[in-house]
C-alpha cells in the first residue's frame, strides 16, 4: 500500500476498502451535457479520477455525478446512429435467441435499451421482453421500435414488480450500462430476484485491459464508474451468489468484453476465462504497479497530440473535430482545446447539431455543413468507429482531407 498516498485514499464502492488514485484529470463538465448556447462560466461539476481496489481489483471512479442528473434529463446519446452498432446488437440478440431456444415462453430484459437497438431484433420475434430505460426521450424511441419499455432505474424494487408483472427472466442483457450503475449492490440484488435459476446475465462494457493497453484515457468519463476486468467481474459475481461462466472479447467501443454469469449453483465455467484473466494477470492488473505507468503514458499522448494540433494551425489549415462523442469531453477539456484550435464538431445526432461541447464551447454541425466545408483536417474524436468513419468520407479523404488518429499512437492517415 505504500505507493498510494493517504490524501487520495477513498473507499472502495463494492468492499469498502481503501483504494489508490491511478490519475486525475481535474475538473470536469457532465461528459454528455451539450449546451444550447456558448456557457461563459464553466459548469465544472465533479473531479474526474480514477482508483483501483487492491482488493477487489475494482477500477472506479473517485467522484461521481447523481445518476439523476446524468440520465433522468432527456439523454443525447443514441445507440442507432452507426449501422456498426446496430449490427453488432443485430447479433448479439441472436446469441440470446440462441441461449432460450427451446424454453417454453422465454422471457427477456435488458437493462437500459436504449433506443431499442437491441431488443427490437427480440420484439419482432414476438419473444417476451422488457426494457428498463430511466431516460424518457430515448425509452420512447425505444417503443416506437415495437419494444416494450420501463422508464425506471433498475434495482431490488423494479425487479420485484417486473417478476409480479411477467415472471423471472431467462435472459438479462446490459451493453454499456453496468458500468455505469453506480450501487451495483442493488443491482446484484435485483438480478438475484428477477432472474431464473439457469437463467444468464449477458454484459459487455469497454475492457480494462484494452484501455491500459492503448492508454485511451478519454475512455474516462463521469457515466463510466467502473472499468471492469475478468478479475474484478470474478469478485464481484462471486459476492453476490454470481458465477462468472464466460467471457467473450468485443471489438466495439475500442475494445469490449462480453461477460457471461449465472447463479452459482450452476457450474459450467468457459476455459476462455482462464486465457482472458491469465492476459490481465500479465498486464498485472491484479497488482498496483500494473497501473503505475499509465499517468505517464496519457500525459506523453496529450503532450503529442497538442503539439501535432498547433503545428497544423500554425500552417494556417483548418481543423474539425468527427463526433462529439462523450469521450471527447475528457479530451478537450483536459487538453483544454476550444474553438481556438477546432472550428466545429461533425455529428449525425439529431439532438446534438448545433449545440455546443461541454466545457469547451464548440459548436456542433451537421455532416451536410463537414462535406460543404471540406477542412484539411479532421480530428477523429468518435476514434472507435474509425472503420465505419472512414467508408462514409472516402470521398473526403480521397479529395485530400486528412483525419488525425490518436489511440493507440499519434497518425495522420
Ligand atoms: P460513441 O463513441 O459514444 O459511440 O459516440 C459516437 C458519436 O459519433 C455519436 O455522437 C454519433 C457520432 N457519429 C457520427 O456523427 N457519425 C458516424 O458515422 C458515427 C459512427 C458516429
Ligand atoms: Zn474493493
Redesign the pocket.
Known amino acids: 500500500m505504500g505507493y498510494f498516498s493517504k490524501k487520495t485514499m477513498v473507499d472502495c464502492k463494492i468492499c469498502n476498502r481503501k483504494t489508490g488514485q491511478i490519475i486525475s484529470f481535474g475538473k470536469m463538465p457532465i461528459a454528455n451535457s451539450f449546451k444550447s448556447k456558448i456557457v461563459e462560466e464553466k459548469v465544472l461539476l465533479s473531479n474526474l479520477s480514477l482508483a483501483f481496489c487492491p482488493f477487489c481489483l475494482m477500477v472506479q471512479l473517485e467522484e461521481t455525478v447523481a445518476s439523476e442528473i446524468l440520465y433522468s434529463r432527456d439523454y443525447?446519446?443514441?445507440?442507432s446512429?452507426?449501422?456498426?452498432?446496430a449490427n453488432h446488437f443485430e447479433k448479439m440478440a441472436q446469441e440470446i435467441i440462441r441461449k432460450i431456444y427451446g424454453k417454453k415462453k422465454p422471457f427477456v430484459v435488458e437493462l437500459g435499451c436504449n433506443d431499442g437497438i437491441l431488443l427490437k431484433h427480440i420484439a419482432v420475434k414476438k419473444i417476451n421482453h422488457l426494457g428498463i430505460e430511466p431516460a424518457g426521450n430515448v425509452a420512447r424511441l425505444a417503443e416506437k421500435n415495437n419494444v416494450k419499455v420501463l422508464c425506471e432505474f433498475f434495482n431490488k424494487k423494479t425487479a420485484m414488480q417486473i417478476v409480479k408483472k411477467h415472471g423471472k427472466a431467462d435472459v438479462i442483457a446490459g451493453a454499456?450500462v453496468i458500468s455505469h450503475i453506480e450501487n451495483l449492490n442493488s443491482v446484484f440484488e435485483g438480478l438475484k430476484i428477477l432472474l431464473k435459476k439457469n437463467g444468464y446475465f449477458i454484459f459487455e462494457d469497454p475492457y480494462l485491459y484494452d484501455i491500459l493497453e492503448k492508454s485511451s484515457f478519454d475512455q474516462i468519463y463521469d457515466e463510466h464508474i467502473y472499468y471492469f476486468s475478468g478479475l474484478s467481474i470474478m469478485n464481484l459475481a462471486l459476492k453476490y451468489g454470481f458465477q462468472l461462466v464466460n467471457m467473450k472479447h468485443q471489438n466495439v467501443?475500442g475494445g469490449s468484453m462480453r461477460y457471461y454469469l449465472q447463479k452459482s449453483e450452476i457450474r459450467n465455467p468457459k476455459s476462455e476465462i482462464k486465457r482472458w484473466v491469465d492476459k490481465e494477470k500479465k498486464m498485472r492488473l491484479d497488482k498496483i504497479d500494473g497501473y503505475l505507468g499509465f499517468k505517464n503514458r496519457v500525459d506523453k499522448t496529450c503532450f503529442v497530440l497538442k503539439q501535432t494540433l498547433f503545428k497544423i494551425k500554425k500552417s494556417n489549415k483548418r481543423i474539425v473535430g468527427?463526433?462529439?462523442?462523450?469521450?471527447s469531453t475528457t479530451l478537450l477539456n483536459y487538453l483544454k482545446i476550444g474553438p481556438e484550435i477546432i472550428d466545429y464538431i461533425?455529428?449525425?445526432?439529431p439532438t446534438?447539431i448545433d449545440k455546443y461541447t461541454p466545457g469547451t464551447n464548440i459548436s456542433i454541425k451537421s455532416?451536410d455543413f463537414f462535406i460543404a466545408d471540406n477542412p484539411a483536417y479532421v480530428l477523429l474524436?468518435?476514434?472507435?468507429?474509425k472503420k465505419?468513419?472512414f467508408q462514409?468520407e472516402k470521398k473526403y479523404r480521397q479529395k485530400g482531407g486528412k483525419f488525425i488518429l490518436y489511440f493507440p499512437k499519434i497518425l495522420i492517415e
Open positions: 443525447p446519446f443514441i445507440s446512429t452507426s449501422n456498426v452498432m454499456n467501443h468527427y463526433g462529439a462523442t462523450s469521450k461533425v455529428d449525425i445526432t446534438k455532416r474524436l468518435a476514434w472507435n468507429h465505419e468513419i462514409k
